[in-house]
């Protein structure tokens, strides 16, 4: 089948992929709690937060301040956490992110990987805290699995979404 | 990372209000979503129906893949048991040698048990099943321990509802959509069963520890009676669940009760079964007084 006919030159990305694949993959992410994996304890990564997190510091500047917002909120909606605290910590992560981004000093890698952990630490212990205050207090410590994990991930994570970002540019 | 665009807004004055009104609907971001959040602390079903909504545009996509993954789903243990597999072997058939003649020994047990059954006209004790399914998927990311189930309430399945599995009791319908439901889980920190001890029915309560044990208090305080292998199975009281389905297991004491093991493992049970409410009208008599004792506090504060 020959190829339609494009322009060599002067051409432009498709802007749906430029304006929705962020969200797109951020909420595919949310949903991974569709998977059949039936668990007694909490283990699986926030896949949601991991996306957002690779996305905000891969490309800073791309997400509004609020946007933390909506896409907890859809979050929300797969996680099984009480509704709304997913829109409230994303918020709060992005609000601490876009401070950091204010000082404009240039970031490595391994510091994206640190502040990374730390939004990703936060999430899941005021998530957990959010639930019953005064006796998970007690037991953050089943935490510590799904913690490393979601840090382990992330690298990952982000390479995968710097694919898509590639992907997302492309002409 | 690229060194970051300089975003300093100079003087320009609309620069300045976009950053400023940005950082304002971030925060306002965040207080509606700490509003959000007390409200569903507050009233936990307030938000059921998106969270329905969101099990129910999944749920395709689970029940297929439950289907496909259901026998991949203990890799590990398939893969552990090819270690000391002669020494499991020969330990596996003294225990079979043992089993038989204690097989035999029950099905003499359940005859005469029958029998007398049959003599007290007590055949309907066990009530019967509204459906079998299996658990679609979980909130395996969340600490809140929750299952989807592939029913919902075009097959009468109704919130409140026990489910249980052959091996013991797994939760209750916490909110129910048209073709899924959500289990919670006997491990989620806000169930609290009543149980009781299967040897001498002392009466406990057992709650939730979210990484698949519960916590056992005892109802008669001051004396912590429990020890390392107790069985716990169901009161029956509050009408909610049935009662003789086994719950857990003590493994550990502690000082103001046990901590003892799930028996019904939800990452383990293949099949679950959604059973009646026990006592349907005590449920329902109980949540009348609730909100009849509402109503009167409400009068009394205006």
Redesign the interface.
Known sequence: MAKPYRSRINRQPSQFRIKFIPSITVIMGSMITALPLVTDYPILPPMGLLVLLSWRLIRPGYWPVWAGFPLGMVDDMFSGQPFGSAAFLWSLVFLALETLDRRGVGRDYWQDWLIASLSIIFVLICGMLVIDFQSNLLRLEILVPQILLSILLYPFVTRLIGAIDNWRVAV | ????????PGFSKRAQYSIFA??L??????V??????????FD?Q??AV??T??AEA??P??KT??EV??AT?NAGDNISAYFNAASKNAAMERELRSNRIEILEARALKQENERLKRLLDLDKEVPDAIGMA??????????????TLGLGTTDGILIGQPVRAPEGLVGRVLEAGPTTA?IL?V?D??NVMPVKRASDELPAFATG????TVDIRPINLGINPFKGGDLLITSGSGGLYAPGIPVAVVIRKTDTGAIAR?LA???KVSHVIVQPMFQAETVAAIEQEEIGGDGIETEGSE
């Open positions: 990372m690229a060194p970051p665009r300089n975003r300093r940005s950082y609907l971030g925060i306002l971001g965040a509606v979503g700490l509003l959000l959040l007390l409200i569903s602390i936990p307030g938000f998106l969270r909504i969101g999944t749920a996509v689970s893949l439950s993954g259901g789903g299996r658990l679609i998927s979980s909130t395996s990311s969340s600490s809140r321990r929750m299952a959500r889980l491990s920190s806000q520890r979210a990484d698949g799930i493992n939800a990452a």
